[in-house]
C-alpha cells in the first residue's frame, strides 16, 4: 500500500519556499540568491539605459543639442549623468558584498 505524501515541510501546496520553516543559514542563503538576481538585474537595466545614452553622447562628454531637445534632465546633464555612475557603483557594491559573504561564508548580508 503506497501512501501520497504532501509537498516537503519547507514547500507549501503550490510549491513556494516557506521561509518561517527554513533555518536562519538557509535563510540567509536565499536572501543572498534572491539579492544577487535583484542586483544583476539592476545592473542589467543600468547598463541598457547607459548605452542608450552613450549612443546620444557619441564619444565626446558634451550633449548634442537634439538630445537636449528630447530629453533634459531636471538636475542638469553633467549631474544627471554623474548620478547615473554613482547608481552603477552602489550596485556594483551590493553585488559585490553579496557575492563576498557567499564565497566565504561571512555574514556580510
Known sequence: MTEKSGPPKD???DRKLILETLPPEKKLQHFRNVTVSLVNGALNVWAELW???????????????E?????????GWPEFLEKMCL?????GAVRKLTEQGEETGDSVL
Open 11 to 13: 514547500v507549501d501546496a
Open 67 to 75: 538630445a537636449s531637445r528630447e530629453f533634459k534632465p531636471g538636475c
Open 51 to 65: 548605452k542608450e545614452l552613450e549612443d546620444r553622447l557619441a564619444s565626446s562628454s558634451a550633449v548634442p543639442p
Open 87 to 91: 547608481l552603477r557603483y552602489y550596485l
